[in-house]
């Protein structure tokens, strides 16, 4: 591939208008989920019922840009068929794909509805080649979206030995868990994110103003507390600031986003399909404001990736949405290997 070959810009939606939002700044496809625990995103207030998400596809398919459905959450043996009927779901409201985790579900997919597209969910940890190479041969999945662990020389080892095609994460925010298997809200909520689709799930937060400032708990454990005029975050164990040893400070991970957009060139060459911006938990504010940039420059290195240069512009837009006001390229760039 070279790096002139298209590639797919995948934005999240986390409701109809963040879906056209999307679709309107540029979006080649959104991804999205159904308002129940098969999605990995199952916050209060978000996602779509079925009319809702016909009529995204509707809009989507209108303008001749795809939907993906995550239903990227595990299921049990308890609750087995609420997942399957929510691929059968997805497969009569004429969804592109269905991006999934759990070999089950896809061995499901794969002899229900042989027509419906199969990606492989960040969920399911993929890190190698001889793993995505496993999931095609096995369950026929036609795109493998990488963990954000691997560095850029890895990602290009994956795609110089599959034929599958590979998405990778291009923009927001990051998980300190290896992708699929968050254990940190679990313990504290005692809800596995990754089968009941919710980190931080919204009935246990708490937001309360203090003299001492705001205070975000997460199950009755104080995850942070801000200063008048100081943007409060959305409380998540792995990204609280904690005493230690007398010092408060974010133990586990700070506040930052990925972006990678002067990788781009170097994705493009090393031949990936599709890049992903994270966030259906965010506003279509957000959703257009970030679609809108990678659009812009997704567009320049697909036309000419040699003279391809990140605009400051950009970089000002993306830093006003990205968690701290800041960014990285994460695991991709590590000099020490």
Same mark, same amino acid.
């Given at each position: 591939m070279t790096s002139n070959s298209r590639?797919?810009?995948?934005?999240?939606a986390g409701s109809l208008p963040a879906l056209k939002t999307a679709v309107d700044h540029g979006a080649d496809c959104?991804?999205?989920?159904?308002k129940d625990a098969t999605n990995a995103r199952n916050f209060t207030g978000l996602n779509f019922d079925a009319n809702a998400m016909r009529e995204g596809v509707r809009y989507a398919h209108d303008r001749r840009r795809k939907v993906l459905l995550a239903l990227n959450t595990y299921p049990q043996?308890?609750?087995?068929?609420?997942?399957?009927?929510?691929?059968?779901?997805? %497969? @009569?409201? !004429?969804?592109? *794909?269905?991006?999934? %985790? @759990?070999? !089950?579900?896809? *061995?499901y997919a794969q002899k229900t509805h042989p027509q419906l597209r199969l990606h492989l969910s960040v969920q399911g940890s993929a890190t190698s080649y001889e793993a995505v190479n496993f999931y095609a041969e096995r369950f026929g999945i036609q795109r493998a979206v990488l963990p954000r662990v691997l560095s850029l020389a890895q990602v290009e080892q994956v795609i110089a030995h599959t034929g599958v095609e590979i998405e990778v994460f291009g923009f927001g925010g990051l998980c300190v868990m290896v992708e699929g298997r968050c254990a940190l809200s679990a313990y504290a909520t005692g809800e596995s994110p990754n089968c009941n689709g919710a980190c931080s799930p919204g009935k246990h937060v708490r937001w309360e103003q203090t003299p001492k400032g705001m205070e975000t708990r997460l199950n009755g454990i104080l995850i942070d507390r801000f200063d008048d005029g100081e943007r409060a975050g959305y409380p998540t164990l792995c990204k609280g600031r904690f005493?230690?040893?007398g010092e408060t400070y974010y133990a586990i991970e700070e506040p930052t986003s990925l972006n990678t957009l002067e990788l781009l060139p170097d994705l493009a060459r090393a031949g990936i399909r599709a890049i992903k911006i994270e966030g259906r938990q965010r506003s279509p504010a957000y959703v257009a404001q970030v679609t809108r940039v990678w659009r812009e420059a997704l567009d320049r290195v697909m036309r000419d990736a040699d003279s391809f240069r990140v605009q400051p512009a950009w970089i000002a837009e993306l830093d006003k949405v990205s968690e701290g006001r800041s960014h990285t390229l994460g695991a991709y760039y590590r000099p020490w290997k």
């Open positions: 590639i797919e810009l995948v934005c999240p959104v991804y999205l989920g159904f043996a308890s609750n087995w068929a609420a997942w399957t009927a929510a691929i059968d779901r997805a %497969a @009569d409201l !004429g969804i592109d *794909a269905v991006i999934l %985790a @759990d070999p !089950g579900l896809m *061995a005493d230690v040893n």
